[in-house]
């Protein structure tokens, strides 16, 4: 039973997917658009096959430096978001300010960020890690201060530390917001990956998915470039689903939001 | 019969803007805002004066001064023409507007015209305002590379924007060495940061800049190496060309006469383009114009002319760095006016 519910739970979006496609295919045909300006689906695919190692380096290259910046952006977020959570002077004086971390215009800071790290990774990971720690602070800030008055005072009755309040009490009750707000995140780190690469990557052999994009739309392949911004959300899912995993790992037997009967 | 015509027309106009959508969010994501192309939709031609857009594709500075003194010294409106200059940024889709008619003309690079030509859109080149191509590389003066073949090295980091046919070239003409490639766009802030560091430039419009910042550099001009195609090139689609065939004679005068006064007195013209980019100075402008005029008049002949010779060279070229296929036949994809 449960394995055919999770049959369904693939073969929903699989099965839509493959109609939009087809939609998509249909109509670019019969409206007759040329491929440099709409290619259909089948040219997309066609094009993955045909560039698939110059796609696959970078798709690797992007992949790595994301996964590289959100990792960066969930250790940094959460260690701000729980010292946040927890400090009242903090949370007055600080808090406030990491807002501006949503505001900033990546584009704008974007050429800095080559600057300050130089060409290639660096500026990629540090991009896609600006773009998506607020999520992850903003989530585990509410998450601890979320925690049940109850259960807070009944800790403070049994002496026990600050510390343990944290360990025992804080994170774990924090911990279903703390991914929702990397869910969100593993988003946001393609995002900030590609504009990084816009501005710092490399642009020879191994470049990546940024830098083939803009290539491509140099060259009027439109289905290189199809090709190469659905690889970047493939990255994207990839890291969405591995954060999924393990939030349902780690919650599964005690939270209501992942419970399985 | 006309009416499944008109419903495929619409279908077609609906699925490009909607199929455009998904790549222009991402560039415009790194660039910054650019002219709405759609309210050229909804534009209509009277006679008196006729109004058409120019699509630029990049901000205005020297490249374009024959094209403001056009409008600034009253050519355009001396033709009947009421001409609206969009200006442009990095990522503008220039070309494509322009082969699909949301503007009447467009700014392209040469090589553009042939690639896209060569997918089959409908683009020609009517007007190239730069008869010798004014690209080249930008190295500080203290820098050991003192030629094209010194710069095309491993070791050597020169700074790009992705997907320029001149880079493949480069690496074509001096393979198996290559230096190391990265993204660009355009600006000069890292340039000036790392002494090593060469950069894709245009030959006359960067060092104008970093000589008034005292930042001696050298320039390597692409045409060097024998790439030497139009650089910015007015073009038009097929199918305005064949309907309002006066139109274009007519912007081709102006822009004949407006380049001819901007190489005499860019000064005028300087002042109107500095107020609309000041990301460039007034004095950078005047001295990148001087330095303008042997690349807008090449070899001689009228201003804007092109010969089949010189676009058959390039379609040979592009493909030759696989940039292309099959080179479009080199008469379909200019047109000269008198």
């Known amino acids: ?67 590289a910046g959100f990792l960066l952006s969930a250790c940094l977020g959460v260690g701000l978001g729980a010292a946040v959570g927890s400090s009242r002077w903090l949370r007055r004086g600080f808090y406030p300010l990491t807002n501006i971390l949503q505001m900033v215009p990546l584009v704008a800071i974007a050429p800095l960020l080559t600057l300050w790290f130089g060409y290639g990774s660096s500026a990629v990971i540090a991009s896609a890690c600006i773009v998506s720690i607020f999520p992850v602070i903003a989530n585990t800030v509410d998450g601890i201060q979320s925690v049940d008055l109850h259960l807070r005072e009944l800790f403070q009755l049994y002496g026990a530390s600050r510390w343990d309040t944290w360990r025992k009490l804080e994170l774990p009750a924090a911990l279903p917001q703390i991914f929702t707000g990397l869910r969100i995140a593993a988003g946001l780190a393609v995002i900030g990956a590609i504009v990084g690469e816009f501005v710092s990557g490399y642009v020879g052999d191994d470049a990546p998915i940024g830098i083939v994009i803009l290539s491509s739309l140099r060259e009027a392949r439109m289905n290189l470039v199809f090709a190469a911004i659905g690889l970047s959300a493939m990255v994207g899912f990839a890291l969405f689903g591995s954060v999924s995993w393990l939030g349902n790992r780690l919650l599964r037997h005690w939270h209501a939001s992942v419970r399985t009967e | 019969m006309k009416s499944s015509v008109s419903c495929r027309h619409l279908v077609r106009r609906t699925v490009v803007s909607t199929a455009w959508l998904l790549p222009w969010l ?91 030509r060569s997918r089959g859109a409908p683009l020609t080149a009517v007007y190239a305002c730069f008869q010798t191509f004014p690209r080249g590389f930008i190295v500080h003066d203290a820098s050991p590379v003192r030629t094209l073949q010194d710069l095309w090295k491993e070791g050597v980091t020169v700074a790009v924007e992705p997907g320029l046919p001149f880079v493949k070239w480069m690496n074509r003409t001096f393979a198996p060495s290559k230096p190391t490639l990265v993204a660009s766009q355009g600006s000069l802030t890292a340039f000036l940061q790392t002494p090593a560091l060469a950069q894709a430039a245009f030959v006359f419009s960067e060092p104008a800049e970093l000589a008034l910042r005292k930042v001696p550099v050298r320039t390597l001009p692409v045409a060097d190496s024998g790439y030497d195609p139009y650089s910015v090139v007015v073009a038009t689609s097929d199918a305005f060309l064949r309907k309002r065939p006066d ?66 060279t390039l379609g040979e070229q592009l493909v030759a760095v696989g940039a292309i296929e099959h080179a479009p036949k080199a008469t379909s994809l200019f047109r000269n006016f008198d």
């Not at chain 2, 409008?71 to 990095?90: S, Y």
């Not at chain 2, 001819?260 to 013209?269: I, R, W």
């Not at chain 2, 460039?280 to 001689?300: H, I, K, N, T, Y």
């Open chain 2, 26 to 116: 991402v560039l415009s994501s790194c660039t910054e805002a650019a002219s709405t192309p759609k309210s050229a939709q909804s534009k209509t031609l009277s006679p008196k004066p006729e109004r058409v857009r120019l699509q630029l594709n990049w901000v205005p500075e020297p490249e374009f001064g024959g094209i403001y003194a056009a409008q600034v010294d009253g050519f355009f409106a001396k033709e009947g023409l009421e001409v609206e200059i969009l200006k442009g940024a990095a990522g503008v889709p220039s070309p494509q507007l322009t082969s699909e008619g949301q503007v009447e003309f467009g700014i392209v690079g040469g090589d553009q015209v042939v690639v896209l």
């Open chain 2, 247 to 312: 139109t274009v004679r007519r912007l081709i005068r102006a822009l004949r006469a407006g380049w001819t006064a901007y190489l005499a007195d860019p000064s005028k013209v300087n002042a109107v383009m500095a107020k609309l980019n000041p990301g460039m100075s007034r004095e950078a402008m005047d001295r990148a114009a001087s330095l303008a005029d042997p690349f807008v008049r090449g070899q001689g002949g009228p201003l804007g002319a092109m010969t089949e010779a010189r676009w058959k």
């Open chain 1, 1 to 67: 039973m449960v394995g055919r519910a999770r049959l369904g739970t693939l073969a929903a979006p699989g099965l839509t997917f493959v109609l939009v496609a087809a939609i998509a295919e249909l109509g670019i045909r019969l409206a007759e658009l040329p491929a440099y300006l709409a290619p259909p689906p089948s040219e997309v695919v066609r094009a993955l096959w045909s560039e698939r190692a110059q796609l696959l380096t970078a798709t690797w290259s992007t992949a790595t430096n994301t996964a």
